[in-house]
């Protein structure tokens, strides 16, 4: 069976083909501002001028009409980008007479990292831009057990870059700059499996505007909130009592978070595990792989409309429908 994959949620337009649960293509184009954020218009303008290009590679050599399905990433996400991938879902859906299956973005973070770390069941670490969460999938679905009560971890380092400057805010250029840096106490804000980044943000910036290094506010600023996820995640291993750690999402490309999380799990006397680079970033081969998982279930819910809010647990109604059959 084939499906392809399409993935929109942010600054990131991808599509992939899996197929027999198989990756076999994965064509992917991130929207990178020069000065400003990212504005949700231009991030859309974006994709809807890649979306073609990307089609074209990702079919080359190969006939749509051996492709049994299109999935798209139906969220969370911001509504603008979002919304030109499930146009695109539909166009292809209509044109080639195919069914559409609806992705939860961060389940497909998860089962794509279980298919590359060939870890089973695992407590999961997701931490994006706009996603921190404490998971695990078990006999009722999908359960969040602790995660950010403010903003992502991701959202955290860019909000930091662009208030100090950078020429490229985002945690990959952050954690270059940490690179050259030394400790400096930041608050630090766990509340049981949850925790909290808002103050470490204000604090971190009001000390660089009070002439303290940069290097060492971005250095601190990542050491500080990496532990506060530890530690979450160390009371959540204890309590769900899982045997591995997967760790996924864009901000698991960081080296140092992988080092502090594998360490952690090896105190625990528990596997650990991260996928490669390129299915941590967004991209569109996660959609087609978890779109074949999910291509079983026929109707089991409204899958024709994108989600900007779309809760992982709420893959529980999908899932629950796969059990009964
Ligand atoms: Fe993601």
């Not at 050599?61 to 049994?68: A, C, L, P």
């Not at 089991?300 to 109604?317: A, G, H, Q, S």
Request: charged share 25%; hydrophobic share 40%.
């Amino acid at each position: 069976m084939i499906v392809l994959g399409i993935e929109s949620t942010a600054h990131t337009i991808g599509m992939g083909i899996s197929s027999n649960k198989n990756i076999i293509a994965n064509e992917n184009h991130m929207y990178k501002p020069k000065k400003e954020g990212l504005i949700p218009r231009k991030m859309a303008d974006h994709h809807a001028e890649w979306f073609p290009l990307l089609f074209k590679r990702i079919m080359k050599n190969r006939n749509m009409e051996d492709v049994d399905a299109i999935a798209f990433s139906q969220g969370p996400g911001i509504g603008s980008p979002l919304s030109i991938g499930y146009f695109a879902a539909r166009y292809l859906a209509i044109r080639y007479k195919k069914q559409v299956i609806g992705v939860n973005h961060p389940y497909a973070h998860l089962k794509i990292g279980e298919q590359s770390t060939g870890l089973r069941n695992p407590l999961v670490l997701y931490l994006s831009g706009g996603n921190s969460q404490i998971l695990f999938e078990g006999k009722n679905g999908l359960q969040v057990v602790g995660e950010t009560l403010d903003i992502g971890i991701g959202n955290l380092f860019d909000s930091f870059a662009r208030e100090i400057k950078m020429k490229y805010a985002h945690g990959s250029a952050l954690a270059e700059l940490a690179e050259e840096g030394k400790y400096i106490k930041l608050p630090y804000n766990v509340k049981g499996m949850n925790f909290v980044f808002g103050g470490l943000l204000t604090k971190s910036i009001d000390m660089v505007k009070k002439g303290k290094r940069k290097q060492d506010v971005a250095f601190s600023l990542m050491e500080t909130s990496f532990s506060m996820v530890c530690e979450a995640l160390e009371r959540a291993l204890y309590l769900t009592k899982r045997k591995s750690i997967l760790l996924c999402g864009g901000v698991a490309q960081n080296k140092r978070l992988q080092e502090m999380v594998s360490v952690m799990a090896e105190e625990a006397g528990v596997k650990f595990g991260v996928g490669p680079d390129e299915y941590n970033k967004d991209n569109g081969a996660m959609i087609a792989y978890t779109g074949e998982l999910l291509y079983k279930y026929k109707k089991p819910v409204d899958f024709w409309k994108p989600l900007t809010d779309y809760r992982i647990e709420d893959m529980r109604k999908v899932l629950l429908k796969k059990r009964k059959g």
